[in-house]
Nanobody, 120 residues
Framework: VQLQASGGGLVQPGGSLRLSCAAS????????MAWYRQAPGEQRELVAF???????SYKGSVEGRFTISRDNAKNTVYLQLNSLKPEDTAVYYC???????????????WGQGTLVTVSS
């Protein structure tokens, strides 16, 4: 599995970004896709995932601000980040896995990630 995340950058608080992750080496449409993030000095944490049937689940602190979506024709998963806060600063990674209800289990590696910095 190869995962190529992009779209990060420097944004002011309250701003928006759209992250993309192109996946290869899998039957994309049949897989659960997720976004994780890792802030400096912190453990990697699950942000959101989307199932093959387009069901979604979010970390509580991002619900209502972030939106995960997928385009099976492009083998790409997206994360729209709105109303960004300084505490959203992190390297964001995509992942392939599976879910049991609202629990997500990562299966793939992490790729290089994309850095989001929220600062004035």
């Amino acid at each position: 599995v190869q995962l190529q995340a992009s779209g990060g950058g420097l944004v002011q608080p309250g701003g928006s970004l759209r992250l993309s992750c192109a996946a290869s080496g899998i039957i994309f449409s049949k897989n659960v896709m997720a976004w994780y993030r890792q802030a400096p000095g912190e453990q990697r944490e699950l942000v959101a995932f989307v199932t093959s049937s387009d069901s979604t689940s979010y970390k509580g602190s991002v619900e209502g601000r972030f939106t995960i979506s997928r385009d099976n024709a492009k083998n790409t998963v997206y994360l729209q980040l709105n109303s960004l806060k300084p505490e959203d600063t992190a390297v964001y990674y995509c992942n392939v896995g599976y879910n049991r209800g609202t629990y997500y289990y990562p299966l793939s590696g992490w790729g290089q990630g994309t850095l989001v910095t929220v600062s004035s």
